[in-house]
């Protein structure tokens, strides 16, 4: 059993940065993949990125790459999501899911977070 804990999200200016962060619990986080997904209102839920237990495989949603940077610190136990020029189509509420796979490039993950909201306005 994981449980994640996101933090991190605000309201932000176009162009501006914002880092997520979500704290897992247990004590296997590296055999864990870790993915970030985002839903906007009246939109489906969105996979943003995933990084595998050892960093080595990270996936990049085409709307996001060049902008954010997925990242993950498994002494912590913690799981980042570094986003840069940010525009208003980001906004959404951020999850934090985890996956007892790696790599795994699937989008059904076992565990989630309760998510952040992350608001950029014009």
């Known amino acids: 059993q994981v449980q994640l804990v996101e933090s991190g999200g605000g309201l932000v200016q176009a162009g501006g940065s914002l880092r997520l962060s979500c704290a897992a619990s247990?004590?296997?986080?590296?055999?864990?993949?870790m993915g970030w997904f985002r839903q906007a209102p009246g939109k489906e839920r969105e996979r943003v990125a995933a990084?595998?237990?050892?960093?080595?495989?990270?996936w990049y949603a085409d709307s996001v790459k060049g902008r954010f940077a997925i990242s993950r610190d498994n002494a912590k136990a913690t799981v980042y999501l570094q986003m840069n020029s940010l525009k208003p189509e980001d906004t959404a509420v951020y999850y934090c899911?985890?996956?007892?796979?790696?790599?795994?490039?699937?989008?059904?993950?076992?565990?989630w977070g309760q998510g952040t909201q992350v608001t950029v306005s014009s």
């Open positions: 899911a985890a996956e007892p796979r790696t790599p795994y490039s699937g989008t059904s993950y076992d565990y």
């Open positions: 247990g004590r296997t986080f590296s055999m864990y993949t």
């Open positions: 990084i595998s237990g050892s960093s080595g495989w990270i």
